[in-house]
């Protein structure tokens, strides 16, 4: 799978980002990396080669790295979990490197995974959960295209404390709206 975005190539990690995922986790730095990578370097190349494709695999989701097309560099990760097949419906979730926040990364990923998602991925809903303190977050689902629904209360649980987290929705017909306006 690979998805062209503006200046993003959102596609599945492979062993040609052996170099740059094993750098990413000896510099101790995970936000570009989904939550199922390794926790040490030596085990970047199996992560790679097998576990990495795993959910897709089973049917479960997807974990792909956002590179940045014109350096080659992986600025982040996106990935689908929480499948529902039969319902249709999946969540998203991406992290961005520290270093390259604020440069619309996340906000493009967002809406193309989820574009991806309810026309080639079978989905109709895709759902995107940020705690309410992450104005960020709030942010990248709104400009993303993601209409929020609502709040779940006390529904995160993080450092010893409760938040709230907001919910936000991708469906078909929010696609269809979007084309009529332009």
């Known amino acids: 799978m690979k998805i062209i975005s503006g200046a993003l190539e959102i596609r599945e990690f492979g062993l040609w980002d052996a ?17 199922s990578s390794p926790e ?3 085990d970047v ?3 790679l080669a097998e576990r990495v494709h795993q959910k897709r695999l089973d049917g479960q989701g997807v974990n792909l790295a956002i ?3 014109a350096s080659g560099e992986i600025v982040g990760s996106i ?8 319902a249709g419906r999946s969540e998203v979730g991406y992290g961005v490197r520290a270093d390259r926040r ?3 990364y996340a906000t493009e990923a967002a809406g193309a ?38 709040t779940l209360r006390m529904a995160d649980w993080d450092d010893g404390e409760a938040h709230d987290l907001a919910v936000f929705s991708m469906i078909a017909t ?5 084309q009529v306006a332009r």
Do not use: C, H, I, Y
């Open 79 to 86: 990935g689908l979990r929480d499948v529902d097949w039969e």
């Open 19 to 35: 170099d740059q995922v094993a750098a990413f986790l000896a510099a101790e730095d995970r936000t570009a990396l989904p939550p």
């Open 113 to 150: 995974v989820g574009r991806w998602a309810l026309t080639s991925g079978g989905m109709r809903r895709v759902q995107l959960r940020a705690r309410v303190d992450n104005v960020a977050s709030l942010r990248v689902a709104e400009k993303a295209g993601f209409q929020r629904e609502g």
């Open 40 to 42: 040490v370097v030596g």
């Open 102 to 104: 604020g440069r619309g």
């Open 45 to 47: 190349d199996e992560w």
């Open 67 to 69: 590179v940045e097309q």
């Open 174 to 178: 929010d696609l269809e709206t979007a």
